[in-house]
């Protein structure tokens, strides 16, 4: 037992009361068939009881601050150890979360550079060093002689920008025997007050600045002594530390004996790690707060259609809604004064009209406005507030989130003025070394980051200093490189990042812990990873294993497969079909198992594409002029239409820069009016030849509980409408909407349709349990009463796609709707399954079932981002016919893939690279997969001949004109 994790009676979802042993120590595949039960095994009952059982291992008080799993259910787990599981979600939507604070490379830095950092004076340049007391007042009596008269306070920072009340702080520096004290830049007289409450409780979370007024100065016909000022000054210095800040009237200068200009009396203080944070205020931008980025409002979003008269809804966001007639009334009456109407085209309006519109006026005008409703009428005389005006004091003052994003709609980021988008003050990013800032520095990809720590010039106390600070951020950096993401800037934020990159930078994190007797449980790490890096990854979780690791991989990546130690296969199909365990042991012993699915693709008895037709490309191509976006390198790729066209090559090549940001983004603009911003390019042709662009990517289908994938493909309306025309619903007057669970009418009144209720639990996690009332079914009982063919709705939702094929096969449009989810591979998924429960792979085969439900003019752009997320050799069969169906319909297939199956198929490919990042954004190759594969410059190429050899004579067929 000491050496194996030991299952009995695994139960959970869909699994079959399975036994199971699994060798500890090694490297441990599970794979099988998309909803097989591959995930339920390895994170819903191992990784679960692993972590439920540790955390439960803690006290009370610190089991307040984790999440405990639900106990999954299964007899017994024997062997368990911690677990920790790495999964292929986003890591982190937070803007101000980057490779650099998440992979805490950052952190490292921010040490680095507070302590060796050389600082230099934002305005001339020079060195900053230190400054002398003697320096200090020299600098003061120079400001003291330009002046002409006033008071002048010698002030000691106390407390800077913390948290809290102080009113032992404040106390006693009134016992010291000062009489006044400066809190938050407000001078206020203590010396008669007996209770110093002077920051109140309400406001304990705010941060607040506290400074003691050392000396006090009327500098009217008084000359000022030598000696008082600097007397006051080294007071103040003892007293803060070496800091002293300046009042004359409204102008402050600080002053400080660490880090001072004396030429643009600048101080930028003693650094610290903070000061080199963008979310701490020490170290923040003012005005963009550390985010590089500010909002504003366009005139174009605002506008889309400027050919559009404010009549014809030229105006967007007033163009419909609550106060859209209202406004109308308002603008005929601007529009009487500045002499425009509301039937005037917006360009043919005059700047200044259009000023006036946008921006408002001061002028008072007067409107007359009848409401249409009420038959009533008033007028008044105002000002004209503006469109943006209007939209931005409703998006400060309201506290409704829906309508902030409504509004956001109008809005568009820019890099912040003041920062230029560097995040952080001037002052710090004139810290530098080797003569680069902090963000310099993040501004670089890991592997130039390398470089660039790895040749650092230093001096000996620098060098004493830095040298355990520079081991940390240098290993950090290479388990990056080490798991193929040497592409990726540290400044990248992380909300951009693909499932598979912020898991990689997890796995890489976590090899960084150097933890021992450790289960580690990850979900598809290849997800993205081009063939070439697959080595490093296997590389990388090698050494998480030698290192005394159990690792378990969910995987359908053939490399990582065929690399494992001990391999189980999850079968024989999915859904309730699956949940078995088909074959188990070492990859000698399953690929003879006559039994699996796997095993047949594995040792060549089945491939992907055997009963695949390539075409011969035609003549018409979208093409892309000048593509410069990012790192693209002025490229000029070309698309045939009516083909499947895979664009391949390494992680961070361009990939997506190319197809989402340029082309996706031209096309969606062209056809839908749409406001996307297109990276850079010369120009885009062929568009003539197209007639709309679909694009399907990974993003959720919904964000509630109560999105689910039949509502999503439109079926659940077909099923509520049969439910409506029983007979017992028209006897009781029942209509659509009563089997809706998101209406109150029939839904469950307890747990408002969403068929369990939320126990909180103090200290404890909450607690979700089955809903006492419905048990549910997410319905109110007279509802529930409703039958149609002897179901009820519930039961209705508790089908699988499979079983509701059978159940409506004589009903035409739910049976299309459901057969194309089970086309896609989906027959598996619960027909009320929530859209929170479904993978990234998965709710993008749901999209494509959407839109092959839909009609098709055969001349739509079909874009997808990595569709083979998450599919089995077989599931990848079934995308490849429907791909090919799509195709054969006169359709063009633009596929982002690094899936050998799909590439070898493809009708065209264009190759990017070499490399990732700064290196890449070439072509490398572009042609049919036969010439790429005879590329000698290309990586994917390489790996292509391989697959290619493997096939069986793929057939070429000419295109049909």
């Not at 007391?133 to 407390?159: A, F, R």
């Not at 880090?259 to 170290?283: L, Y």
């Not at 809005?411 to 070394?433: D, F, H, N, T, Y």
């Not at 081991?471 to 909300?495: C, D, H, M, P, W």
Request: charged letters at 25%; aromatic letters at 6%; one cysteine or more.
């Amino acid at each position: 037992m000491d050496n194996k994790i030991i299952i009995k009676g695994a139960k959970q979802h869909n699994l079959k009361n399975i036994d199971l042993e699994i060798p500890k120590n090694r490297l441990v595949v599970i794979t099988g068939l998309s909803g097989s039960g591959k995930s339920t095994l390895a994170f819903d009952t191992i990784f679960a009881e692993g972590q439920r059982r540790y955390v439960e291992s803690l006290s009370a008080y610190a089991r307040q601050f984790l999440q405990i799993m639900d106990k999954p259910d299964v007899d017994s787990i024997e062997g368990l150890s911690p677990a920790i599981a790495i999964q292929q979600k986003t890591t982190n939507k937070n803007p101000r979360s980057t490779v650099g604070t998440i992979t805490e490379i950052y952190d490292y830095m921010r040490l680095l550079y507070s302590k060796i950092g050389t600082p230099y004076c934002p305005n001339c340049n020079r060195e900053i060093s230190y400054q002398s007391l003697d320096t200090i007042v020299s600098s003061i009596l120079n400001i003291v002689n330009i002046k002409d008269g006033g008071i002048m306070y010698i002030l000691s920072p106390i407390v800077k920008e913390r948290k809290g009340t102080h009113e032992k702080t404040l106390q006693d520096l009134k016992e010291d025997g000062y009489s006044r004290i400066r809190v938050d830049k407000e001078i206020i007289d203590v010396s008669e007050r007996d209770h110093l409450d002077i920051i109140p409780p309400q406001e304990r979370h705010l941060r607040h600045s506290i400074e003691a007024v050392i000396d006090r100065i009327v500098m009217e016909n008084t000359t000022i002594e030598k000696d008082r000022i600097s007397e006051s000054v080294q007071t103040a210095i003892e007293k803060s530390g070496g800091i002293v800040s300046v009042l004359f009237g409204k102008d402050e200068i600080l002053f400080s004996q660490k880090n001072s200009c004396p030429n643009c009396n600048i101080s930028i203080g003693e650094m610290e790690p903070r000061s080199f944070s963008f979310n701490s205020p020490f170290g923040a931008c003012g005005k963009c707060h550390g985010l590089g980025i500010e909002t504003e409002f366009d005139p174009d979003l605002i506008i889309p259609d400027r050919k559009l008269s404010i009549l014809d809804g030229a105006i967007k966001p007033w163009s419909s809604g609550q106060f859209s007639s209202f406004r109308t009334s308002m603008l005929k009456d601007v529009g009487k004064r500045f002499g425009f109407n509301l039937n005037t085209p917006i360009n043919r309006l005059s700047k200044n009209q259009l000023d006036v519109i946008l921006y408002g006026t001061d002028l008072r005008i007067k409107y007359n406005y009848t409401s249409k409703s009420s038959d009533s009428s008033w007028e008044y005389s105002g000002k004209f507030e503006g469109v943006i005006s209007n939209l931005q004091r409703i998006f400060n003052e309201t506290e409704s989130e829906s309508k902030r994003e409504e509004i956001r709609r109008f809005m568009i980021e820019k890099p912040c003025e003041s920062c230029k988008g560097q995040r952080l003050k001037k002052e710090i990013l004139a810290v530098k070394i080797n003569g680069c800032s902090i963000i310099d520095v993040c501004n670089l990809s890991v592997d130039k980051v390398i470089d660039f720590f790895r040749n650092l010039t230093l001096d000996v106390s620098s060098s004493i200093i830095s040298k355990q600070i520079l081991k940390e951020i240098n290993n950090r950096l290479q388990f990056l490189s080490n798991v193929g993401l040497n592409y990726l800037t540290l400044n990248r934020n992380a909300g951009t990042l693909s499932g598979g990159e912020s898991q990689r930078i997890r796995l890489a994190t976590q090899i960084g812990t150097n933890l021992t007797g450790v289960l580690y449980v990850l979900d598809e790490p290849t997800i993205g990873l081009h063939q070439r890096d697959n080595k490093l990854l296997i590389n990388t979780l090698f050494k998480l294993r030698d290192i005394g690791n159990t690792v378990i991989v969910v995987e359908h990546d053939e490399e990582i497969i065929k690399n494992a130690d001990w391999l189980i296969d999850i079968g024989p199909k999915a859904g309730v079909h699956g949940g078995q365990v088909i074959a188990e042991g070492e990859l000698e012993n399953v690929l003879l198992n006559p039994n699996s699915i796997t095993a047949a693709y594995l040792n060549g008895k089945k491939t992907v594409n055997e009963d695949y037709k390539r075409i011969v490309i035609g003549e018409k191509f979208l093409k892309i002029a000048g593509a410069r976006e990012n790192n693209l390198k002025n490229i000029s790729p070309s698309f045939p239409l009516g083909a499947i066209t895979a664009v391949t090559g390494v992680s961070g090549s361009g990939k997506s820069t190319l197809v989402n940001d340029i082309l996706f983004n031209y096309l969606s603009n062209h056809f839908y009016k749409s406001k996307y911003k297109v990276g850079i390019n010369d120009g885009i042709s062929g568009v003539e030849s197209v007639d709309k662009v679909i694009g399907i990517d990974q993003a959720p289908i919904g964000r509630t509980p109560r999105s689910n994938a039949i509502t999503y493909v439109n079926a659940f309306t077909y099923i509520r409408d049969l439910f409506a025309k029983t007979q017992l619903s028209r006897e009781r007057g029942y209509k659509m909407g009563r089997f809706s669970f998101n209406l109150p009418s029939g839904r469950c009144d307890m747990c408002d349709g969403a068929g369990v209720r939320k126990i909180e639990m103090q200290f404890l996690p909450d607690v979700y349990i089955t809903c006492d009332q419905c048990k549910g079914n997410r319905y109110n009982n007279d509802t529930l009463e409703v039958r149609y063919k002897r179901k009820n709705i519930a039961e209705v939702l508790d089908m699988t796609v499979e079983e509701a094929l059978e159940f409506f096969k004589n009903n035409i449009p739910i049976k299309n709707k459901l057969k194309l989810l089970d086309e896609v591979g989906l027959g598996y998924l619960h027909l009320g399954q929530s859209a929170t429960t479904l993978s990234g792979g998965e709710a993008q085969r749901i999209k494509l079932a959407t839109e092959l439900s839909k009609k098709d003019s055969g001349n739509t752009v079909y874009i997808l981002d990595e569709p083979t997320t998450g599919l089995h050799f077989a599931d990848v069969k079934k995308l490849l016919k429907i791909l090919t169906r799509l195709r054969d319909l006169g359709n063009t297939i633009i596929v982002i893939e690094h899936n050998l199956d799909i590439i070898s198929s493809a009708d065209w490919i264009i190759d990017l690279g070499p490399e990732g990042g700064n290196n890449g954004g070439y072509i490398i190759s572009t042609g049919t997969p036969e010439s790429v594969s005879n590329d000698p410059k290309s990586y994917t190429g390489k790996f292509l001949k391989d697959k290619l050899n493997s096939v069986k004579n793929n057939e070429i067929v000419l295109k049909n004109s």
